[in-house]
């Protein structure tokens, strides 16, 4: 976050410096808060960690550990997924689920 320079003047003025830059750009902050917003829900971060953990993961393998119906956990799955921080693969009846690395980095850096 940039530092701001006090200024005092004494004709009752300027109290400091006016900022030059934001620390995050404008498109940035929107995706940002995408991202955000997809991970304001327990159970979506519950479920992100578990498929970070596993690397690969079924559908079917989330119903248990999150203690949710599987149309549930399809609502949460879409959600990160249009967030940009999962991505599935149809084997079948099922969905396997990765994490995408480039966005659970772009999220760290934005909280660097």
Do not use: N, Y
């Not at 900022?19 to 991970?39: D, W």
């Not at 149309?71 to 991505?87: D, E, F, K, N, Y």
Request: one cysteine or more; proline letters at 6%.
């Amino acid at each position: 976050m940039p530092t701001r320079t006090r200024v005092v003047e004494l004709g009752g003025g300027v109290c400091c410096a006016p900022l030059r830059a934001a620390p995050v750009s404008e498109a940035a902050a929107e995706e940002l808060a995408t991202v955000f917003a997809a991970l304001g829900d327990p159970v979506r971060v519950r479920l992100l960690s578990l498929v970070a953990a596993a690397g690969e993961i079924c559908s079917c393998d989330l119903e248990e550990p999150l203690g949710r119906s599987q149309p549930t956990i399809s609502h949460h799955t879409r959600a990160l997924a249009g967030a940009g921080l999962i991505v599935g693969e149809r084997r079948g009846r099922w969905t396997m689920w990765k994490v995408v690395p480039e966005r659970l980095a772009m999220l760290r850096g934005a909280l660097a």
